[in-house]
Structure formats: structure tokens, C-alpha cells
């Protein structure tokens, strides 16, 4: 199997292989035909570096399904040359954004703005956090099978909607939501009718949280944490936190760097609420198939929540837009789902 020296600055090391370029080129080719149904008569703009293996694999498989995109070497150019370039697009065009980091243009909100044009947008940024085997997990997340995809995206968010109470149990703990959900977004491939089209990748997730934060109690474990650096944090035993009217008020077998997690939290938005209920679907992911970036993990299949007053998907009325400084991912060991009494999760999988 031959493999390919990356450019610099990546270590001198680091190697990817002609598989892994060939299979991330075939599950790409389904999302720029399927997800975003790219004919040729639209233009692509790919803007990547080079700085890590996995930014590598994923240029080379993006040029090989758009051989007459422009590609934009974002390390050797100017940022006036990045933004003529992307300002020179039309409505529907695509837009791929390939990063090891996370590209900065001085105060230009890039995804924002690209919206804005009407462009459609695939961003994929902090590669450089998924090394070794991770790499592997990463270009299984982008396989799109759109019957899974839209059929159980749908069915969740139907469930999730028609629900008046539910219950996340996590092996003799439970986590009760005593009233109705918000109405769920879906992050499942399917744009119709939305405005942007496209966002962050891998996809496959459904969201909500209570209409009353208050209604949620008990008790959930948790197996990951998002630390300070947006990464996971994976502790020797699961770590149990005891919710009050919503909010964290006791934790069991923490450790210290989740105990910092929850200071922050509350130094800056005075208690630790419960917001976002994630039903992830990307079945790549799992407890055992982990990657550093915390974005990119939230994908998981199976149910994360979040903690901090941020949430910008939802409304309150005692959360002033803004004014919530903290999103913090936390990850459930989840032995069912009950929506309205019916379990439609077990063995790491959704029964919908």
C-alpha cells in the first residue's frame, strides 16, 4: 500500500494512505451529489491547508470529486485573495472549508458570511485534534446513508415534538424531563427549507431541550466531558450529576477538571443549567470510538446534553440572548430513552 509524505509543517512522521484517501473520496462524492445535490453547473471553491494528515486526505478526496473546483492553499495566501475568490460566487455555489484549525480572517465571520451570499457551505475545522486511529472514525462519520439519516431523524423528531415527558436511563440513574420539548432541529443532510444549507461536518444529530428548564431532575451518569480546550476529557469512572429544578447542583466520583469545568460555568453564568438534550445519530461514534474534538464527537450515537446558560437555538425568558457564556457537551451513558413511557434506544442504537 503505498502512502504519502505530508507537506510541511506537518511532522516529517506523518502518513496517510491511499485507502483512506479512496474511501473518504467515495463517502464525499454521496454528500456533494445527495446532501447538497452539486451539478456541474454550480461552482466549488475548496480553501484547505496541509497541516495535519487528516486535512490532507480530505483535500486529495475533495479533488478528486470536484476536479474543476478552485482550490485555495489558505497557508500561502493572502486573506485578500481568499475572500475575492469566495466573493466572486453565486447563489447555490459551494463552498468547502478544509482546516486543521480554524481559519481566521481578522473579524470576518466566514460561515456567516458565506450564508449570507446564499452559498452552501461544507466546513470541517480542528482536524488536527483526530490522530492515529481517530483519523479512521472521522472518515467513517462522513458515510451519509440518507435512508437512516432522514427516516430516523424524522421519526426522532416527531417522537421528541409529540412528547409531553421523558426519561434518559443510565444504568441506575435517571435524568427525568417531566414536561413538553422544544420543537427539535434536525442536523440530518436535508436542508429543505432551510435557509442555510450545510454547516459543520460530520452531520447527524436531532436537538431539543424543556420548554421549562426547571422540569428536568434526578440523576444521569456521564463517561465525557468537553474540557476547557474543546476537547473530550474521558474520566477512569463515570462521573454522576445530581440535577435540581434544571440545574447541576451535586456531583458524585467527579475529578478536578470537571470540577473546573463547573466553576467556570458558574463564575460566569451564576448556575449550571441543563440546556441542550442531543439525541446524536452518527453511528461511526460510540463509547468506545472516540475522537479528541468535542464538535466533531457530539455526532455520537446516543444521548449528550448541555450544561451553561448558552444555547442560542432556544429561547427564555430568564436567559437574556447573549448573556449565557458557556456550552458545555457532556456525554450519557444511556441505557434507554422513554419518550411518553416508549424506550427507542437500546444497545447503542435508535429503535425508530
Same mark, same amino acid.
Given at each position: 500500500m503505498n502512502t504519502h509524505p505530508l507537506p510541511a509543517p506537518a511532522s516529517s512522521s506523518a502518513t496517510y494512505t491511499d485507502n483512506q484517501v479512496i474511501t473518504a473520496t467515495s463517502y464525499l462524492d454521496t454528500v456533494i451529489r445527495t446532501v447538497f445535490q452539486h451539478t456541474?453547473?454550480?461552482?466549488?471553491?475548496?480553501?484547505?491547508?496541509?497541516?495535519? *494528515?487528516?486535512?490532507?486526505?480530505?483535500?486529495?478526496?475533495?479533488?478528486?470529486?470536484?476536479?474543476?473546483? @478552485?482550490?485555495?492553499? %489558505?497557508?500561502?495566501?493572502?486573506?485578500a485573495e481568499v475572500l475575492n475568490t469566495l466573493h466572486g460566487l453565486h447563489e447555490h455555489d459551494l463552498v468547502i472549508l478544509i482546516q486543521s484549525t480554524n481559519f481566521r480572517l481578522e473579524a470576518y465571520r466566514l460561515r456567516v458570511e458565506l450564508f449570507k451570499k446564499g452559498l452552501k457551505v461544507i466546513e470541517h475545522p480542528h482536524l488536527a485534534r483526530m490522530t492515529g486511529?481517530?483519523?479512521?472514525?472521522?472518515?467513517?462519520?462522513?458515510?451519509?446513508d440518507a435512508a437512516y439519516y432522514r427516516h430516523t431523524g424524522l421519526a426522532l423528531k416527531q417522537k421528541i415534538d409529540h412528547a409531553s415527558h421523558g426519561i434518559i436511563d443510565s444504568g441506575g440513574e435517571q435524568l427525568i424531563f417531566s414536561g413538553h420539548f422544544e420543537p427539535a432541529k434536525m442536523?440530518?443532510?436535508?436542508?429543505?427549507?432551510?435557509?442555510?444549507?450545510?454547516?459543520?461536518? *460530520?452531520?447527524g444529530e436531532v436537538f431539543t431541550e424543556s420548554i421549562d428548564l426547571e422540569?428536568?431532575?434526578? @440523576?444521569?451518569?456521564? %463517561?465525557?466531558?468537553?474540557?476547557?480546550?474543546?476537547?473530550?476529557?474521558?474520566?477512569?469512572?463515570?462521573?454522576?450529576?445530581?440535577?435540581?429544578?434544571?440545574?447541576?447542583?451535586?456531583?458524585?466520583?467527579?475529578?478536578?477538571?470537571?470540577?473546573t469545568v463547573l466553576a467556570n460555568i458558574r463564575k460566569d453564568d451564576g448556575v449550571v443549567w441543563v440546556r441542550e438534550l442531543g439525541f446524536g445519530m452518527n453511528r461511526a461514534f460510540s463509547r468506545?470510538?472516540?475522537?479528541?474534538?468535542?464538535?466533531?464527537?457530539?455526532?455520537?450515537?446516543?444521548?449528550?446534553?448541555s450544561l451553561g446558560s448558552k444555547h442560542g437555538s432556544y429561547a427564555k425568558s430568564h436567559i437574556k440572548r447573549g448573556e449565557g457564556r458557556h456550552h458545555v457537551d457532556v456525554f450519557a451513558i444511556t441505557e434507554a430513552v422513554l419518550?411518553?413511557?416508549?424506550?427507542?434506544?437500546r444497545d447503542g442504537r435508535w429503535l425508530v
Amino acid at each position: 500500500m503505498n502512502t504519502h509524505p505530508l507537506p510541511a509543517p506537518a511532522s516529517s512522521s506523518a502518513t496517510y494512505t491511499d485507502n483512506q484517501v479512496i474511501t473518504a473520496t467515495s463517502y464525499l462524492d454521496t454528500v456533494i451529489r445527495t446532501v447538497f445535490q452539486h451539478t456541474g453547473s454550480q461552482k466549488a471553491v475548496v480553501v484547505y491547508d496541509q497541516a495535519c *494528515p487528516l486535512a490532507c486526505i480530505l483535500t486529495a478526496a475533495y479533488r478528486a470529486c470536484l476536479p474543476d473546483a @478552485s482550490l485555495i492553499d %489558505f497557508e500561502a495566501s493572502a486573506a485578500a485573495e481568499v475572500l475575492n475568490t469566495l466573493h466572486g460566487l453565486h447563489e447555490h455555489d459551494l463552498v468547502i472549508l478544509i482546516q486543521s484549525t480554524n481559519f481566521r480572517l481578522e473579524a470576518y465571520r466566514l460561515r456567516v458570511e458565506l450564508f449570507k451570499k446564499g452559498l452552501k457551505v461544507i466546513e470541517h475545522p480542528h482536524l488536527a485534534r483526530m490522530t492515529g486511529q481517530e483519523i479512521d472514525y472521522y472518515i467513517d462519520s462522513l458515510a451519509y446513508d440518507a435512508a437512516y439519516y432522514r427516516h430516523t431523524g424524522l421519526a426522532l423528531k416527531q417522537k421528541i415534538d409529540h412528547a409531553s415527558h421523558g426519561i434518559i436511563d443510565s444504568g441506575g440513574e435517571q435524568l427525568i424531563f417531566s414536561g413538553h420539548f422544544e420543537p427539535a432541529k434536525m442536523n440530518i443532510g436535508d436542508y429543505s427549507g432551510m435557509k442555510n444549507v450545510g454547516g459543520q461536518f *460530520p452531520i447527524g444529530e436531532v436537538f431539543t431541550e424543556s420548554i421549562d428548564l426547571e422540569a428536568v431532575h434526578g @440523576s444521569i451518569r456521564i %463517561f465525557i466531558f468537553g474540557d476547557t480546550t474543546f476537547r473530550i476529557n474521558q474520566p477512569a469512572q463515570p462521573i454522576t450529576l445530581i440535577v435540581e429544578k434544571g440545574q447541576v447542583t451535586e456531583t458524585k466520583n467527579s475529578t478536578p477538571e470537571f470540577e473546573t469545568v463547573l466553576a467556570n460555568i458558574r463564575k460566569d453564568d451564576g448556575v449550571v443549567w441543563v440546556r441542550e438534550l442531543g439525541f446524536g445519530m452518527n453511528r461511526a461514534f460510540s463509547r468506545e470510538r472516540t475522537v479528541q474534538d468535542i464538535g466533531t464527537y457530539e455526532r455520537m450515537c446516543g444521548i449528550h446534553l448541555s450544561l451553561g446558560s448558552k444555547h442560542g437555538s432556544y429561547a427564555k425568558s430568564h436567559i437574556k440572548r447573549g448573556e449565557g457564556r458557556h456550552h458545555v457537551d457532556v456525554f450519557a451513558i444511556t441505557e434507554a430513552v422513554l419518550l411518553d413511557g416508549e424506550n427507542i434506544y437500546r444497545d447503542g442504537r435508535w429503535l425508530v
